[in-house]
């Protein structure tokens, strides 16, 4: 009888914690985009340009970049970047507005569906993050930019096997995806990382910066 209450009482605090989550995960995006509201208005009352790059930016390296999902009030900045290709990794249908602003700067998507779960419920399909890289080893799609909801989990999963190809090593790769996740960082995600076999992807041309770790 002891151990039915337990588990009743783990079950009830992981839903708790799983509800948190995702009210600091809306505070996190109200938060953002308020910013970049009260941005956007600027620009039009001084008339001078300032961008917004999106939630959780970064450069990865030479031509590649990371974010979470691009708000119309980053296109400006998507442009300063002149990005030949975005690889997306949520499987939901791309936004129009999202769609139009590639159209018009001539923007190619490349779009790897992979469902955002809470763990335990973790699923991590190895097909689909070694053809998103193969994307982004292709240097004829640079200047690139990941991205998923966040830029935390999905995003910090592919550059993490890219770090594996660049030989950083395994401290290395979960202290960068760290910085990202933070407080939601999934050892899930850090297993896959570690168990992630580069040997098919290694003969693959790259000639962008292939840093030997840190």
């Known amino acids: ?11 009830l605090e992981e839903e708790i ?3 948190s989550d995702d009210e600091r995960d809306g505070e996190e995006l109200i938060k953002y985009y308020s910013a970049a509201s009260e941005i956007a208005a600027g620009n039009n009352a001084g008339g001078e340009e300032l961008f917004v790059p999106p939630l959780n930016f970064a450069m990865v390296d030479n031509g590649i970049f990371r974010s979470g999902y691009p708000d119309t009030a980053n296109f400006g900045f998507l442009q300063s ?3 030949r290709s975005i690889l997306c990794l949520c499987p939901e249908p791309y936004p129009e507005a999202n769609a139009e602003f590639l159209r018009a700067n001539g923007i190619r998507l490349f779009q790897f569906g992979i469902d955002g779960c809470k763990e335990p419920f973790v699923n ?20 690139l930019l990941i991205h998923c909801k966040r830029g935390k989990h999905r995003t910090g999963c592919v ?45 693959l041309p790259a000639s962008f910066s292939f840093s030997q770790g840190h």
């Open 17 to 19: 914690q799983s509800e």
């Open 124 to 143: 991590i399909p190895d097909d689909t993050i070694r053809e998103a890289l193969k994307v982004v080893l292709d240097t004829r799609n640079h200047p």
């Open 81 to 83: 970047l002149r990005l």
């Open 1 to 11: 009888m002891k151990i039915e209450m337990s588990d009743e009482k783990k079950k």
């Open 159 to 203: 550059v993490g096997c890219l770090r594996k190809l660049q030989r950083w090593c395994l401290s290395s790769v979960f202290d960068e995806y760290q910085r990202f996740a933070a407080a939601k960082a999934r050892v899930s995600d850090q297993r896959f990382m570690e168990r992630f076999d580069i040997s098919s992807l290694k003969h």
